[in-house]
């Protein structure tokens, strides 16, 4: 008779394989969030909570970014990507069969999507223009800021390098899409979510805490880093859409 093999225990069942653990991935993949914040949806105590999240940081399952509101606060942000590479070798470990495969593009309905910073300058502009290109035009998608300014040069170059021209955008005050109703309002700038008013209907509000990058001291690389970055979560946003109904199917 053949030995056992020794398996370890794959990387995301020991990282995610407690009740609390669990919970907090699945908080953490629908919105950047603080422990508080975390504390209250999970009705757990914060050095609970805490623990927990320090767990899944050593596991690299979630990473932390300093408030640009308020530099004591700390939110928490999910790496989806790492997330499906941890998958893809979980169900190899079991067998081949269930060796995981990245799914194939959204069937989209109709959506809409607004996003807010501060100034409407380059992350909410940047990321307005990446989800219209990336749902081919079925999600409508907005963007505006609590303090408007012009766009800035070096989201226009960015973008364009991206194929996707920014020239011709305008920067939008918030106060222009009060009245309407959206499916998702998502707030890039951790100042302008402190500020963020009610829309009609109730949307699902999202927070991803994005640094500005006119305020990063590299410059354009800063640019070019945010542009990444809101890719790789519209990629996953266009998931949720596709899973969610929307104004349009509800």
């Not at 928490?76 to 499906?84: A, E, M």
């Not at 999600?139 to 991206?162: L, Q």
């Amino acid at each position: 008779m053949g030995r056992d093999r020794d398996v370890g225990l794959p990387a995301l069942l020991a990282a995610a394989g407690h009740p609390v653990r669990w919970r907090l991935l699945g908080e953490l993949a629908r919105s950047d969030r603080q422990v508080h914040e975390l504390t209250a949806l999970l009705g757990e105590q914060q050095s609970l909570v805490s623990y927990h999240l320090g767990l899944l940081r050593k596991a690299d399952l979630v990473r932390t970014r300093r408030s640009a509101a308020d530099g004591r606060d700390i939110y928490y942000r999910l790496d989806l990507t790492r997330c499906g590479h941890l998958l893809a070798a979980t169900g190899a470990a079991l067998h081949p069969a269930l060796r995981y495969t990245p799914p194939v593009a959204p069937e989209l309905t109709p959506a809409r999507v607004l996003f807010l910073c501060t100034g409407n300058s380059s992350r909410s502009q940047m990321a307005e223009a990446l989800l219209r290109r990336r749902s081919a035009g079925a999600v409508a998608a907005f963007s505006a800021g609590s303090r408007p300014k012009p766009i800035h040069p070096d989201a226009v170059a960015v973008m364009a390098e991206r194929g996707i021209d920014l020239s011709a955008g305008r920067p939008k005050h918030l106060d222009e899409f009060t009245g309407e109703r959206f499916d998702r309002v998502i707030t890039l700038c951790d100042r302008v979510q402190e500020v963020c008013p009610e829309f009609p209907g109730h949307p699902v509000a999202v927070h991803w805490s994005m640094p500005d990058p006119a305020a990063a001291p590299d410059g354009r690389p800063a640019f070019e880093h945010a542009a990444d970055e809101l890719a790789e979560r519209i990629d996953f946003l266009l998931y949720t859409l596709a899973a969610e109904p929307t104004l349009e199917a509800s």
